[in-house]
């Protein structure tokens, strides 16, 4: 069986580090590939698990041999999704899946035009702020420029094949599942 790609995205604090867990969690062919990022470790985060994280220097190298299919400043930090992982996970039959910003899904949807996409949503602004500032891990200022950039990313989500509400965990894991499935059976 050939590998999928897919897309994921949504504004920060939507839940796609926990749609995915749980998603993978059903699905063993599902396998995030672990992007690159220059932003510093949130507790309880590994290395090569969650992020790939290296210093602006290396990651700026990197970008300019090409080991990358996109990157973007997101922020005040670097991110990018690794080609040489991205692929390999492809050859092993599996469902790759890009969880990245708007700005890294829109240039890696031009790039890989079979990639499945896929944007989630918040079920309000209300609920999004409730997440970001649940976390804990971010000060005012970064709340208030996530929130600020979470309006811009969400009028973006029309660019994508296909939206998903996260107001219901398991829900939006069974649709964005479902959305998959469909997608392989037509393939």
């Given at each position: 069986?050939?590998?999928m790609l897919?897309?994921?995205?949504g504004?920060?604090?939507v839940?796609?580090d926990?749609?995915l867990?749980?998603?993978?969690?059903?699905?063993?062919?599902?396998?995030?590939?672990?992007?690159?990022?220059?932003?510093?470790?949130?507790?309880g985060?590994v290395?090569?698990?969650?992020?790939?994280?290296?210093d602006?220097?290396?990651?700026?190298?990197?970008?300019?041999?090409g080991?990358f299919?996109?990157?973007?400043?997101?922020?005040?930090n670097?991110?990018?999704?690794?080609?040489?992982?991205?692929?390999?996970?492809?050859e092993?039959?599996?469902i790759?899946?890009?969880?990245?910003?708007?700005q890294?899904?829109?240039?890696?949807?031009?790039?890989?035009?079979?990639?499945?996409?896929i944007?989630l949503?918040?079920?309000?602004?209300e609920?999004l702020?409730q997440?970001?500032?649940g976390?804990g891990?971010?000060?005012?200022?970064?709340?208030?420029?996530?929130?600020?950039?979470?309006?811009?990313e969400?009028?973006?989500a029309?660019r994508?094949?296909?939206?998903v509400?996260?107001?219901?965990?398991?829900?939006?894991?069974g649709?964005?599942a479902?959305?998959?499935?469909?997608t392989e059976?037509?393939?």
């Amino acid at each position: 069986m050939k590998g999928m790609l897919v897309i994921l995205s949504g504004p920060s604090g939507v839940g796609k580090d926990t749609v995915l867990a749980s998603w993978s969690r059903a699905e063993p062919r599902v396998v995030r590939v672990v992007a690159y990022s220059t932003r510093a470790m949130r507790p309880g985060e590994v290395d090569g698990v969650d992020y790939h994280f290296v210093d602006r220097p290396t990651f700026l190298r990197m970008a300019e041999e090409g080991a990358f299919l996109e990157h973007k400043e997101v922020h005040g930090n670097l991110y990018a999704t690794p080609k040489k992982d991205m692929e390999a996970l492809l050859e092993q039959g599996k469902i790759a899946v890009l969880k990245i910003d708007v700005q890294g899904a829109l240039t890696a949807m031009a790039l890989r035009p079979d990639a499945v996409s896929i944007f989630l949503l918040p079920p309000s602004m209300e609920v999004l702020e409730q997440r970001i500032r649940g976390r804990g891990a971010d000060d005012e200022a970064t709340i208030q420029r996530r929130l600020k950039n979470a309006k811009t990313e969400l009028s973006f989500a029309d660019r994508y094949q296909h939206r998903v509400v996260n107001d219901d965990l398991a829900r939006a894991v069974g649709e964005v599942a479902s959305i998959v499935a469909t997608t392989e059976e037509r393939a």
